[in-house]
């Protein structure tokens, strides 16, 4: 019978340290994505405050913009969060650990920079739209990124979960 970590690596040959670097490198992917569109969206937001038309908002408007920046600076944070522990800690041996620390700083920033979108949709439709349809429509907005960033890949996972656990011909 075949022990759970070795059905972990039935599909690949490889020691800790090397999975740990695989998942390392495949981690850096995802966040060049996520780094590049969340620094985008915070420059902009930055920039906001200084517009001539940023003074004419409502109180509750600049209440979701101060919202918005501080979500954005906490997803900013969290998403660049894995350089510094890898960078603290490169070269003492922690690269799984490492790597799961950084993987749960990017989920938390994946979920930081929901709420940032979903808080900047709302300032934007309220300030272009003036009724409640804003509010509508950033609950459909939501909704699309919770299906495409959380509920599609946990439905995959879960459907294939069998097929990674049963023992190959």
């Not at 995802?30 to 930055?46: D, I, K």
């Not at 890898?86 to 799984?96: D, I, T, V």
């Not at 509508?136 to 919770?146: D, E, K």
Request: hydrophobic share 50%; with cysteine.
């Amino acid at each position: 019978m075949e022990s759970s970590d070795q059905a972990k690596r039935r599909g690949r040959h490889e020691t800790e340290e090397e999975r740990a670097d695989r998942r390392w490198s495949d981690l850096l992917q995802e966040l060049r994505v996520a780094q590049t569109g969340v620094q985008l969206l915070f420059g902009f937001l930055l920039t906001m405050v200084f517009q001539p038309r940023f003074t004419t908002l409502s109180e509750t408007d600049q209440n979701i913009y101060l919202t918005t920046v501080m979500l954005g600076a906490a997803a900013t944070g969290a998403l660049i969060g894995p350089v510094s522990f890898h960078r603290l800690l490169a070269g003492r041996r922690l690269k799984p650990q490492t790597v799961v620390w950084a993987s749960r700083l990017t989920m938390t920033g994946l979920v930081l920079l929901l709420f940032t979108m979903a808080s900047a949709l709302l300032l934007i439709l309220r300030v272009v739209l003036h009724n409640d349809v804003a509010v509508w429509l950033v609950v459909g907005m939501v909704l699309w990124f919770v299906l495409c960033w959380f509920i599609l890949p946990l439905w995959t996972r879960a459907r294939h979960a069998s097929e990674m656990e049963a023992p190959s011909n």
